[in-house]
């Protein structure tokens, strides 16, 4: 009897082999299980790849880019192509009849291929502009989150951890600023610093407006993660590990940056998520209301306004000039993104918080 206790408790007593699994693989694990999200996670690789790169390769195997203009993608009544249009491969017209229209290509002429057809009276290719605009349209999403972050984290951090005046400072600031419509700071700023901001840009990596659209986006929403870096920080700055930290002789500012700041990485990867597709929507928002990134520099915003105009300038649906398809590429390329990006937040969450509800 004596024996067998000896030797039961030598079997609990023997160290394990079995390696353990970090908080960050065991939310590796779980992501993987949600099928939705893993779905919507390469669906968005997917859209990222082909906007920043996807422009470059499609123009040099189709011959053209998105800023050539092709008088015969439009026909008589000026109504462009539809999808999978072989067009004329010429920038000028090969003359004009009586009546002033075009005159007819040649039968033997070179053509190119529109795959999406055309966006305009003007012949853009609207596949090229579509893939161009979405990289527009990523840049001013991605760009005005990380402007949020470098500005929200630093005063949401200071302000849940050190408390006192400088949390009230913080508060106070930020409900004041969330008083008021975000939408009409964003148009009244544009307007104002267009002068200012607009001609910034570096060629291909950020055409022109783009920078000023995600820096003004970026400024103007800082107040959402510097009051959820506050909120996150309050129930922690008196937590145990954190009077143990002090105990040791660890500075605020340590304590802050070694222990705090690393807990919240899933919290703001998920708002990022989240704010990337709220952004890209006010970058449409921006457009329709005439203050967004001008029309010579295309977004998924700026390809809708075009087509249907602004709230000040509307222009009316006409079958015999405007096609369907400059509606549905470029809205569906949005819808597609917004929802992937949501669907990720959401996994995410579930991953890094799985007995949370929703």
């Given at each position: ?344 937040a959401e996994g995410i969450r579930r991953a ?7």
């Open positions: 009897m004596g024996g067998a206790a000896e030797a039961a408790t030598a079997t609990i007593r023997q160290p394990s082999t079995t390696p353990t699994k970090s908080q960050w693989r065991l939310t590796l694990l779980r992501f993987r299980r949600d099928r939705w999200s893993v779905a919507a996670a390469c669906i968005l690789a997917v859209i990222l790849l082909i906007s920043f790169f996807g422009g470059a390769i499609a123009s040099a195997a189709l011959g053209h880019n998105g800023t050539d203009l092709y008088p015969y993608a439009a026909n008589i009544n000026r109504k462009p192509v539809g999808p999978l249009t072989w067009v004329p491969d010429t920038h000028v017209a090969y003359g004009y009849g009586e009546d002033g229209d075009l005159a007819p290509a040649p039968k033997n002429a070179p053509r190119t291929l529109f795959i999406f057809g055309a966006d305009g009276i003007l012949g853009h290719d609207e596949f090229l502009r579509v893939l161009d605009g979405g990289k527009a349209s990523l840049e001013i999403g991605l760009g005005a989150v990380i402007v949020a972050l470098l500005i929200g984290l630093p005063f949401g951090a200071i302000a849940g951890f050190f408390g006192g005046v400088t949390d009230w400072l913080v508060s106070q600031f930020t409900e004041t600023i969330m008083a008021f419509p975000l939408i009409f700071f964003l148009v009244f700023a544009s307007v104002k610093l267009d002068q200012y901001l607009t001609p910034i840009g570096w060629g291909q990596v950020f055409p022109r407006g783009v920078f000023a659209e995600a820096l003004l986006i970026g400024v103007f929403t800082s107040f959402y993660p510097t009051r959820l870096v506050r909120a996150a920080l309050i129930p922690l700055r008196h937590a145990e590990f954190v009077d143990a930290a002090r105990m040791v002789g660890a500075s605020g500012w340590r304590i802050l940056r070694k222990h705090l700041l690393p807990y919240l990485v899933p919290t703001l990867i998920i708002w990022g998520a989240i704010a990337t597709a709220t952004n890209i929507l006010l970058e449409v928002g921006l457009s329709f209301v005439g203050a967004g990134v001008q029309p010579e520099t295309p977004t998924w915003g700026s390809l809708l306004s075009t087509t249907w105009g602004t709230i000040y300038q509307p222009q009316s649906y006409n079958p015999q000039n405007v096609t369907v398809w400059q509606t549905v590429f470029p809205t569906a390329f949005i819808l597609i993104t917004v929802v992937s990006l949501n669907q990720l890094t918080d799985p007995g949370g509800g929703r």
